[in-house]
């Protein structure tokens, strides 16, 4: 992976879901010589929104991440990581100016991010330590939909909690593909998990069953993230 002509560490390539899609696993642990990198890289108003940031890490953490997914966009581009032209769409959602052909989502946790681009579409991701504590129960009761919650109700403590937030990356995934974020109707996006597959039964509006396709993406086991596809009609 390069930024302009300079190969850096830290951004590794996934296995592709489907064709024309691609994925990429990012460390965007502050590392000093990879800040000075980024930071170069940032648009005017990117470096206005870091220096906003009141805790240090929290900046670092935006850069890294920021300029791993410019520099994601850049190779797929075949352009300069630092000419990158990066444009709020639809509801804020982040888009490529002149490059409507080419859509990108990401997704981070703590010191980890993962980045997914499609031509074939609108793409959504999300990621999760399978550790985090969590309410299920209110998570279940607010965001699932009473097959879930039934299939949840099933399991011992542990693997309900791991269980729901598999389910949340795929509403999220998918909430982030439309633009709709947490106004999407989380309560009424039905999914079904079988081993490592990942279904959408039913729900309303765009989030129609044909029209998406989810995966889970081969990250490392501490974590669960899934990629939305969504081919609109």
Not at 162 to 173: F, Q
Request: some cysteine.
């Amino acid at each position: 992976m390069a930024s302009g002509n300079a190969a850096l560490p830290g951004i590794e390539a996934l296995p592709s879901p489907e064709s024309g899609t691609q994925l990429w696993w990012c460390d965007i642990a502050p590392d000093r010589n990879r800040l000075e990198v980024f930071e170069r890289l940032l648009s005017h108003a990117e470096s206005a929104r870091a220096a906003r940031f009141g805790d240090r890490r929290l900046r670092d953490r935006y850069v890294m991440g920021r300029g791993s997914l410019r520099t994601i966009l850049a190779s797929a581009l075949g352009c300069d990581a630092a000419s990158v032209e990066i444009e709020r769409g639809h509801r804020g959602r982040p888009q490529l100016t002149g490059a409507p052909a080419l859509d990108f989502n990401i997704s981070h946790t703590a010191g980890v991010a993962i980045v997914g681009i499609t031509r074939t579409g609108r793409i959504g991701v999300d990621v999760e330590r399978l550790d985090r504590s969590i309410s299920v129960a209110g998570i279940a009761r607010k965001f699932m939909t009473s097959n879930e919650r039934e299939t949840i109700a099933g399991l011992d403590a542990d693997n309900g909690r791991r269980h729901l937030l598999i389910l949340w990356t795929c509403k999220e995934a998918m909430s982030k593909a439309t633009g709709d974020a947490l106004t999407a109707p989380f309560g009424q996006i039905d999914i079904a998990l079988d081993d490592e597959r990942r279904r959408l039964l039913a729900g309303p509006g765009v989030y129609r069953a044909n029209d998406w396709s989810l995966h889970a993406a081969a990250v490392p086991e501490d974590y669960a993230a899934t990629v939305a596809l969504w081919r609109r009609r």
